[in-house]
């Protein structure tokens, strides 16, 4: 079995590759071949994944090429999918939903038979749900007409699908006259700003107290020196937040190939998890700056941990190409998450030399194989951001983190500044 990724090359998509999985019933741990098509070997340009540089003969694996764990369907669509489509969740669902859902996955990166399908399921709903746009109160008011647009067309042309997480998220994209539409309904050249909006799962309190602080938890890491994008706004319970995947241009819409952490160590399977030695180390074999990666990686852990952010997994981890050069994307899915009902933990953690767990930054930075003199470098930029950390509390008051979550966090960044304390 097999299927076709095409890629957004030079502004419009073309077929790059052809993946074939020998044994779909046993998911991705099925060996794959993957092979580049010819034409594309001739006139592309970019790679399909970091791991896989454009070449005549094809790569044998052992497992999928892992860039396709991030284009599975997971949560909420996934759901939609599995009920639309009849499909029963078992090993072999994984690539059955790719061949439908992955029709506008984040970055540059399409499944062509699961762009066949949209194509149909667009050719049986009315002009009306293909074609309309929204204004801002329309989606805040949750009108009558935007709910039943979402129903009867947004699940597959907003990128639910495509989307990973629980959180029911939608990618909308607002034209060059204000309207809104689901985001593969609207043709590049009418693209002026893309947006991917989260919704409260609305379970309980703590589900929309997490997303309404996200905003807030963005704007403190900004203020706490890490790389952000453009800040995303928490409006009339929705959170609106910019894409960083996406640029618009004078000449078009350009999308920069991003893949997660997931991706780039190779994992076979979406249940693996890596700690953080091996995502770091393998981050350092492939961007662009690994001295400052590692800082940005530091960092963003010492402040999940600071913060409260426990979900924390190899897919909302992701390098990105931009202007040729290969680093972290700006941070994504900082919360609250501490707050989740759920019973989610840290499922990424950092171990020493036997795999055992370290819970101590001093143990921490110690157990980091880096050279000696970039290692001075590193605990220099770690030093200057504990010393942040006395002022973390007041930065989460003033960028408008609810006091009650400002509070709970106190022991944990005080113990965190004790153990990162000279």
């Given at each position: 079995?097999?299927?076709?990724?095409?890629?957004?090359?030079?502004?419009?998509?073309?077929?790059?590759?052809?993946?074939?999985?020998?044994?779909?019933?046993?998911?991705?741990?099925?060996?794959?071949?993957?092979?580049?098509?010819?034409?594309?070997?001739?006139?592309?340009?970019?790679?399909?994944?970091?791991?896989?540089?454009?070449?005549?003969?094809?790569?044998?694996?052992?497992?999928?090429?892992?860039?396709?764990?991030?284009?599975?369907?997971?949560?909420?669509?996934?759901?939609?999918?599995?009920?639309?489509?009849?499909?029963?969740?078992?090993?072999?669902?994984?690539?059955?939903?790719?061949?439908?859902?992955?029709?506008?996955?984040?970055?540059?990166?399409?499944?062509?038979?699961?762009?066949?399908?949209?194509?149909?399921?667009?050719?049986?709903?009315?002009?009306?749900?293909?074609?309309?746009?929204?204004?801002?109160?329309?989606?805040?008011?949750r009108s009558e007409n935007f709910v039943e647009y979402l129903e009867e067309h947004g699940m597959l042309s907003a990128g639910t699908t495509s989307v990973q997480g629980k959180t029911p998220k939608f990618l909308m994209t607002q034209d060059k006259d204000g309207l809104w539409y689901?985001?593969?309904?609207?043709?590049?050249?009418?693209?002026?700003?893309?947006?991917?909006?989260?919704l409260s799962r609305g379970r309980n309190l703590a589900d929309w107290k997490i997303l309404e602080n996200e905003a807030a938890y963005v704007r403190v890491a900004r203020e706490m020196g890490l790389a952000v994008g453009e800040l995303p706004k928490w409006q009339s319970d929705m959170l609106f937040i910019p894409r960083f995947d996406r640029t618009v241009t004078e000449t078009g819409v350009i999308r920069h190939h991003q893949e997660s952490i997931a991706s780039l160590c190779q994992l076979a399977d979406a249940s693996e998890r890596p700690s953080h030695n091996v995502a770091l180390k393998t981050l350092r074999k492939f961007v662009s700056d690994p001295f400052a990666t590692t800082v940005e990686y530091l960092k963003r852990d010492i402040l999940n941990m600071a913060m409260g952010n426990i979900d924390n997994h190899p897919f909302n981890k992701a390098v990105r190409m931009l202007h040729g050069k290969i680093g972290l994307t700006p941070i994504f899915d900082f919360s609250p998450s501490y707050l989740l009902t759920d019973d989610i933990e840290r499922s990424m953690e950092w171990v020493d030399k036997n795999g055992d767990i370290l819970d101590n930054w001093n143990d921490i930075l110690d157990s980091l194989d880096l050279p000696p003199e970039e290692m001075s470098a590193v605990l220099v930029e770690i030093d200057r951001f504990a010393r942040k950390l006395d002022s973390l509390q007041d930065i989460m008051t003033q960028q408008g983190v609810d006091e009650d979550i400002v509070d709970a966090r106190y022991y944990g960044i005080q113990n965190l500044r004790s153990q990162l304390k000279n």
């Open positions: 079995m097999q299927c076709t990724i095409e890629i957004f090359d030079r502004g419009q998509w073309q077929p790059c590759c052809i993946v074939e999985t020998e044994n779909p019933s046993v998911g991705s741990l099925s060996p794959s071949v993957l092979t580049y098509l010819p034409d594309y070997v001739e006139n592309g340009s970019l790679p399909v994944s970091i791991h896989f540089p454009v070449r005549k003969e094809p790569y044998h694996l052992s497992h999928w090429p892992s860039f396709l764990l991030d284009m599975v369907p997971r949560g909420e669509g996934r759901e939609y999918l599995l009920y639309e489509c009849h499909i029963q969740e078992e090993l072999a669902t994984d690539w059955k939903l790719m061949l439908v859902g992955a029709i506008n996955p984040i970055g540059n990166l399409r499944i062509a038979e699961a762009n066949v399908f949209y194509r149909n399921f667009l050719s049986k709903k009315a002009p009306l749900w293909v074609n309309r746009g929204f204004t801002i109160k329309e989606i805040l008011e689901a985001d593969a309904a609207l043709p590049d050249t009418r693209a002026a700003r893309h947006f991917l909006v989260k």
